[in-house]
C-alpha cells in the first residue's frame, strides 16, 4: 500500500508561484509514475502532468499547463513536485497527486486517471483575479 500526502497548496494572486509536494510512503518507492490532476468548482477531475521513470524519465503536461508547471521527482525523499508559475485564476481548484504501478511505455498513457492505482486526500490551490 502506498500513502500520498500532499501540501504546499495555498492562495495566490494571478501571475504569481506555488510549489506543491508529494511525499509517498508505506513501502518502497516503486511506482512506475506518478502524476497530478485538479478539480475545479463543478467541475470533473483533469489531468494537469505526469511523470514516469522506468527506462528514462518522461513527462507530459495538459497543454494548460504547458510552459509554465513543471513536474519532477526526489528519488531520495520519495517525493514528486509541482512547480506552478504564471498561475491563472481558472487554475483554481483541489489539486491531487497520484502514483501507478503499472507500466506503460509512454507518459502519454499516464494522462487517464485510470492508469493510477493511488491517489492522495488533495490541496487546495485558490489563484485570485
Known amino acids: 500500500q502506498v500513502q500520498l500526502v500532499e501540501s504546499g497548496g495555498g492562495l495566490v494572486q494571478a501571475g504569481g508561484s506555488l510549489r506543491l509536494s508529494c511525499a509517498a510512503s508505506?513501502?518502497?518507492?516503486?511506482?512506475?509514475?506518478m502524476g497530478w490532476f485538479r478539480r475545479a468548482p463543478g467541475k470533473e477531475r483533469e489531468f494537469v502532468a505526469t511523470?514516469?521513470?522506468?527506462?528514462?524519465?518522461?513527462?507530459y503536461y495538459a497543454d494548460s499547463v504547458k510552459g509554465r508547471f513543471t513536474i519532477s521527482r526526489d528519488n531520495t525523499r520519495n517525493t514528486v513536485y509541482l512547480q506552478m508559475n504564471s498561475l491563472k485564476p481558472e487554475g483554481s481548484g483541489v489539486y491531487y497527486c497520484?502514483?501507478?504501478?503499472?507500466?506503460?511505455?509512454?507518459?502519454?498513457?499516464?494522462?487517464?486517471?485510470?492508469?493510477?492505482?493511488?491517489w492522495g486526500q488533495g490541496t487546495q490551490v485558490t489563484v485570485s483575479s
Open positions: 497520484a502514483a501507478a504501478d503499472s507500466y506503460y511505455s509512454s507518459a502519454y498513457y499516464y494522462t487517464s486517471a485510470m492508469r493510477y492505482d493511488y
Open positions: 508505506g513501502r518502497a518507492f516503486s511506482s512506475y509514475a
Open positions: 511523470v514516469r521513470w522506468t527506462g528514462g524519465t518522461n513527462t
